[in-house]
Nanobody, 122 residues
């Protein structure tokens, strides 16, 4: 059974950091692109970042460039999203998803995790 499980969310003050993890089971990340997406209350889901199966290609939304870093550890079958200099606008449920395609478009992702809440507040 293909499964993605996110962890690492929590409450942090503005300017703080969180590190999200996305652990895959039932399939190998060697063959999948992983995307991170988020959805804030009352807002549409938006793409945050994605990383190719090799880890050689990464993409970021303009809103997080320079603050977020995506990385992968294929030996652990896990992808990470390091989030620094967090702002209240970063508050959202963060989801990771997988696709065998080389794309960052959410509609092309087949497998989704359950999400983890990240809250930035003083």
């Amino acid at each position: 059974q293909l499964q993605l499980v996110e962890s690492g969310g929590g409450l942090v003050q503005p300017g703080g950091s969180l590190r999200l993890s996305c652990a895959a089971s039932g399939f190998s990340l060697d063959y999948y692109t992983i995307g991170w997406f988020r959805q804030a209350p009352g807002k549409e889901r938006e793409g945050v970042s994605c990383i190719s199966s090799s880890g050689g290609n990464t993409n970021y939304a303009d809103s997080v460039k320079g603050r977020f870093t995506v990385s992968g550890d294929n030996a652990k079958n896990t992808v990470y999203l390091q989030m620094n200099s967090l702002k209240p606008d970063d508050t959202a449920v963060y989801y990771c998803a997988a696709t065998p395609l080389r794309t960052c478009l959410a509609a092309r992702y087949d497998y989704w995790g359950q999400g983890t809440q990240g809250t930035v507040s003083s």
